[in-house]
């Protein structure tokens, strides 16, 4: 189980009326909520998907949206939104269900996080189940799991 | 030999393919004494800082200024069989041996 993923950090939605830019503030708004990161941070990241493209969709129908650590992130954050239909990153070339939103504090202390976060996008059945969720609750029961 | 795993931030991306790197060396039972794997953002790294570049494809043009024939542009970030392809084309072209499942 990935510790920063709760019932708090994750959601469900629809998602057929967001576009790539309204899915990563809605996947972030939780660390927003709780003041783990600015909503700059979150601008952040939508510019650098403008400037650079869609490199952070890492994996089919995977999102992973961080910006660089600076003022506007408190502490290390991960949240996700999943969308039940998919949301274009840019481009109809990369489709995104999974919206994973990941902020770090510095160059290293995150690292286990996405150690854990690995583990599971890389078990091809938990992320087939992840796409599967259409709760929150479905998709805390496939992260325990894992 | 040096392999750096570049991505747009050097934050979360390159690390994971770092980690897919290292996990296929492991599993091929490869000597990593003089291997070197590491992880970096796109500004710095240059032609010098590895042997080899990992890079997700769409930051082919962000990395121009590298030798193409010591980057490989992988697809998908995550996928281990296609980063082991690649590794393994690697060990293959500097004739370290490796353990082929």
Redesign the interface.
Same mark, same amino acid.
């Given at each position: 189980m990935i510790d920063l993923l709760n019932a708090k950090t994750l959601q469900v939605t629809d998602g057929s009326n967001l576009n790539w830019e309204t899915a990563i503030t809605k996947a972030a708004q939780p660390l927003v909520d709780q003041n783990t990161i600015e909503s700059t941070y979150v601008d952040s990241i939508i510019n650098?998907v403008k400037d650079?493209?869609?490199?952070?969709?890492?994996?089919?129908q995977?999102a992973?949206a961080? /910006?660089?650590?600076d003022d506007s992130v408190h502490e290390i954050g991960l949240s996700l939104l999943k969308t039940n239909s998919s949301v274009n990153l840019v481009d109809d070339k990369h489709p995104v269900k999974l919206w994973f939103v990941?902020a /770090?504090t510095d160059?290293q202390s995150?690292?286990s996080v996405?150690?854990q976060?690995?583990g599971l996008?890389?078990d091809d059945d938990a992320v087939q189940a992840l796409l599967e969720a259409d709760s929150v609750d479905q998709i805390l029961a496939v992260l325990q799991k894992h | 030999m040096k392999i750096l795993a570049v991505?747009? !931030?050097?934050?979360? !991306?390159s690390?994971?393919v770092q980690?897919?790197i290292q996990a296929v060396l492991k599993a091929e039972n490869v000597d990593t004494s003089d291997i070197q794997v590491d992880h970096s953002d796109v500004g710095s790294a240059t032609a010098d800082s590895a042997d080899y570049f990992f890079v997700?494809s769409?930051?082919a043009d962000?990395v121009s200024s590298l030798p193409k024939d010591r980057v490989i542009l992988l697809k998908?970030?995550?996928?281990?069989k296609e980063t082991k392809q690649h590794v393994n084309d690697i060990l293959d072209k500097e004739g370290i041996e490796y353990t082929a499942e």
């Open positions: 650098v650079k493209g869609p490199y952070m969709n890492i994996g089919p995977i992973l961080h /910006a660089r650590p990941l /770090a160059s995150h690292l996405i150690q976060l690995m996008l890389t | 991505c747009q !931030s050097g934050l979360g !991306s690390f994971m980690m897919n997700e769409t930051l962000a998908t970030l995550i996928d281990k």
